[in-house]
């Protein structure tokens, strides 16, 4: 039996650093004590949690940390509750997953006790964990469930991810390897932790290799740029929308200020875009302000990351790279069935042409939980998770083309990548952010839809959009429809929502332009 490293490699850097958060400063020595206290007081003398679900809500910091450590020590299932979540979502999960013990920081007691009383489930404050006696901890196998995230597909209610302790171990290995994380290292995370991004790439990658890791509670850009300003920190994980802020911030700041926040983040080691598609004129103007060729790379809550642009070498903008250590990638033909609206499986695509991006490796997830009809659709037998996501391989590497489901719109029969659209308006100088879409169309099936926020001061409609784009898109990927809107949808991870943008065009009469 191999039983979880993690802790044994905490042991390894007592002293040092490992969290920072608006409370203080706390080494490894301080996580492996309160997250020994927490599993012994979530055992209440029992020897093993052996997978019992446990919903926890805690603010981004030290003591969302030591309570997942203490799930994890305990033999339990982490499930992470979004802060973000109302109750009607926080009820979903906790329901959903199964849990029988729901832990919250005091902070957000008063969300959490009613919904674990109404259940009749056990219910425990994380100062109440951490105060109690440690106690003996049961020995965790790998092979044994660790975590449930809750993702949501473009359709129907999130499904929980299951993953085992071996998959978060993958998931974490590979990119301490491809990133080359050290002890040396110090991370600034502001990502969500109820989401691969900020749980995987940042926290654990950084708690896995004995470095700092620094958290913010919550996204402001000005709290991010004084961090950056110092010069200290040697990484930064964000998404492409917190890239767009903090550019914003920079923007708006004087000349003098301008110059110290460049300096101070020219000096970190490495900064990576993910989780949604990172337009070219965001990587390019964050390269003008700290000197940095943004890393993109591609993963999801499935698989953790896949594919990845290089730490040396070329980054290619509006690439994602290739395969990392240990992931094996592949691209299939997809075809779609238009009686049944779903798409069928060909054979292994030719380079430059789109497939379906399907990935194996130890890193990839064990099940949905209780969901066997998705598990089976989703996972083949002999390992391959097919994404639902369209790439191309190119000489930059792979090139994503969006969700199937969503963003490969067919318009009077041509396939348009929806990012693609999405890449040009990007550069327009008057468009501050938009999304694409295929709105339902009499003439043309579905027409390329653009929903755009304008820049203050500029004024963009349809016909000076597509006469700008002209020359840089193909005829039938200009964008037929173009409503500006004073915002885009978003969800927490600030990835557009494109069911509610399709809605905005869906319930205007469809092929009224026409
Ligand atoms: P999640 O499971 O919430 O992390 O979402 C994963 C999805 O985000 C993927 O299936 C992709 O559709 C999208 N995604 C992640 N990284 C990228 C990227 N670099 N470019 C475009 N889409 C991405």
Same mark, same amino acid.
């Given at each position: ?11 390894? $850097? ?35 949690? +052996? ?6 809500? @805690? ?7 030591? &309570? ?16 973000? $979540? ?7 999960? %906790? ?61 129907? +209610? ?62 402001? *850009? ?17 998404? *492409? ?9 920079? /923007? ?31 990587? /390019?103007?964050?390269? #003008? =302000? ?12 499935? =698989? ?23 992931? /094996? ?13 779903? $798409? ?11 497939? /379906? ?12 939980? +209780? ?5 089976? !659709? ?12 369209? &790439? ?11 969700? @199937?489901?969503?963003? =490969?719109?067919?318009?009077?029969? !041509? ?17 501050? @952010? ?23 001061? $500029?004024? %963009? ?10 020359? #840089? ?21 600030? #990835?557009?929502?494109? *069911? ?11 092929? !009224?332009?026409?």
């Amino acid at each position: 039996m191999e039983t979880v490293p993690l802790f044994k490699l905490a042991a390894r $850097h007592g002293g040092r650093t490992a969290v920072i958060d608006d409370g203080g400063v706390y080494s490894y020595r301080d996580l492996l004590e309160r997250s020994a206290r927490a599993g012994a007081g979530l055992l209440d003398g029992g020897g093993d949690l +052996r997978e019992a679900r446990v919903a926890f809500l @805690a603010p981004p910091g030290f003591d969302y940390a030591a &309570a997942q450590w203490g799930i994890w020590r305990a033999g339990g299932i982490a499930v992470p509750v979004a802060v973000s $979540h109302p109750r009607a979502e926080i009820e979903y999960t %906790v329901d959903d997953a199964d849990a029988s013990i729901v832990v919250a920081h005091p902070q957000f007691e008063e969300r959490l006790r009613p919904v674990a009383e109404a259940r009749r489930l056990r219910f425990s404050l994380t100062t109440d964990l951490f105060g109690g006696p440690a106690g003996p901890l049961p020995n965790v196998d790998v092979r044994r469930a660790a975590m449930i995230l809750y993702t949501s597909g473009s359709t129907g +209610r999130p499904k929980g991810v299951l993953t085992t302790h071996a998959n978060i171990q993958a998931q974490v290995a590979t990119l301490v390897e491809a990133w080359e994380w050290t002890p040396g290292d110090h991370i600034l995370n502001v990502l969500p932790l109820h989401h691969v991004h900020g749980i995987i790439n940042a926290m654990t990658c950084a708690l896995w290799a004995g470095a700092v890791c620094e958290i913010q509670p919550s996204f402001d *850009p000005r709290r991010v740029w004084g961090r950056l300003s110092a010069g200290d920190l040697t990484l930064f994980m964000a998404v *492409p929308t917190t890239y767009k802020a903090l550019i914003r911030e920079w /923007e708006s700041a004087g000349v003098e200020r301008r110059q110290a926040m460049s300096r101070g983040a020219s000096k970190l080691r490495l900064m990576v875009s993910g989780s949604d598609a990172l337009m070219v004129s965001t990587l /390019e103007k964050w390269k #003008k =302000i700290t000197g940095h060729t943004l890393l993109e790379r591609y993963g999801m809550t499935e =698989i953790g990351m896949a594919l990845s642009n290089p730490l040396y070498g070329e980054r290619s903008p509006g690439h994602v790279g290739t395969p990392l250590p240990g992931v /094996e990638v592949r691209l299939v033909e997809l075809e779609l069935d238009e009686e049944t609206g779903r $798409h069928e499986h060909g054979g292994p695509a030719a380079r430059g042409t789109p497939g /379906e991006v399907q990935a194996r490796g130890p890193g990839v997830f064990r099940e949905y939980w +209780r969901r066997p009809d998705a598990t089976r !659709e989703a996972l083949s037998s002999d390992g391959w998770f097919c994404s639902g996501d369209v &790439a191309s391989l190119e000489d930059g590497g792979f090139r994503i083309w969006g969700r @199937a489901s969503q963003d =490969i719109i067919i318009t009077g029969g !041509e396939n348009v990548s929806a990012r693609e659209v999405e890449q040009v308006l990007s550069a327009h100088p008057g468009i501050r @952010a938009c999304a694409v879409v295929g709105a339902l169309d009499h003439y043309w099936g579905k027409a390329v839809s653009a929903a755009v926020v304008a820049e203050e001061g $500029h004024e %963009v409609n349809r016909e000076s959009l597509r006469d700008w784009a002209r020359g #840089k898109l193909a005829p039938y990927k200009l964008p037929q429809r173009v409503r500006v809107v004073s915002e885009l949808p978003m969800n927490t991870m600030g #990835k557009v929502v494109k *069911p509610e943008v399709r809605a905005i065009f869906d319930a205007e009469s469809p092929g !009224e332009e026409e």
